[in-house]
T-cell receptor
Framework: DADVTQTPRNRITKTGKRIMLECSQT?????MYWYRQDPGLGLQLIYY???????NKGEISDGYSVSRQAQAKFSLSLESAIPNQTALYFC????????????FGEGSRLTVL | AQSVAQPEDQVNVAEGNPLTVKCTYS??????LFWYVQYPNRGLQFLLK??????LVKGSYGFEAEFNKSQTSFHLKKPSALVSDSALYFC????????????FGKGTKLSVKP
């Protein structure tokens, strides 16, 4: 089983719908992240959480919200999806030290029509 | 502010030839530098990192990278490319003196032809 699991892997929805992307991890890491990947733009940080009670906005948080339900679970919500939120979304985890690398899930491809 | 640049959108190499994927960075403190690889329809996988110590860092799949402080670079290298190395490569940097997050470059597509 994967260390970082994202569901769903693919989702097609319509403008205005609410969407939730879920992430769970078995790494035992405190830190969890949500990134968005668009072709030619690299990865942009949406939200990050250093522990269950610590949630922070990243570079592009507008239009998104998150919930850290437990150490192992971190979900991303789009309250009212719009077409320019069509992208590949990645969840990642890391340990508490700044030198630790990120461990990524396989991604959730979201298409908003 | 910290930033990272990958000046080449694509690098083309013949199988068996050496490859280099370039990365330059800007941070105010000591840099923590990382390389990741992304295969099609997959998440990013960690290749190697430089935190401190020896400027030449060895990583997975025969890759290595050289930290050059004066040129603020961290180029990824491999002595002999394989077709299976074809993928998207990302350089990332974090300011080691702060709680700042990892900043990613835009990625370089490596294409290795037989």
């Amino acid at each position: 089983d994967a260390d970082v699991t994202q569901t769903p892997r693919n989702r097609i929805t319509k403008t205005g719908k609410r969407i939730m992307l879920e992430c769970s991890q078995t790494k035992g890491h405190d830190r969890m992240y949500w990134y968005r990947q668009d072709p030619g733009l690299g990865l942009q940080l949406i939200y990050y959480s250093f522990d269950v009670k610590d949630i922070n906005k990243g570079e592009i948080s507008d239009g998104y919200s998150v919930s850290r339900q437990a150490q192992a679970k971190f979900s991303l919500s789009l309250e009212s999806a719009i077409p320019n939120q069509t992208a590949l979304y990645f969840c990642a985890t890391s340990d508490s030290g700044g030198a630790g690398e990120l461990f990524f899930g396989e991604g959730s491809r979201l298409t908003v029509l | 502010a910290q930033s990272v640049a990958q000046p080449e959108d694509q690098v083309n190499v013949a199988e068996g030839n050496p490859l280099t994927v370039k990365c330059t960075y800007s941070v105010s403190g000591n840099p923590y530098l990382f390389w990741y690889v992304q295969y099609p329809n997959r998440g990013l996988q960690f290749l190697l990192k430089y935190i401190t110590g020896d400027n030449l860092v060895k990583g997975s799949y025969g890759f290595e990278a050289e930290f050059n402080k004066s040129q603020t670079s961290f180029h990824l290298k491999k002595p002999s490319a394989l077709v299976s190395d074809s993928a998207l490569y990302f350089c990332a940097v974090r300011d080691g003196g702060s709680q700042g997050n990892l900043i990613f470059g835009k990625g370089t597509k490596l294409s290795v032809k037989p």
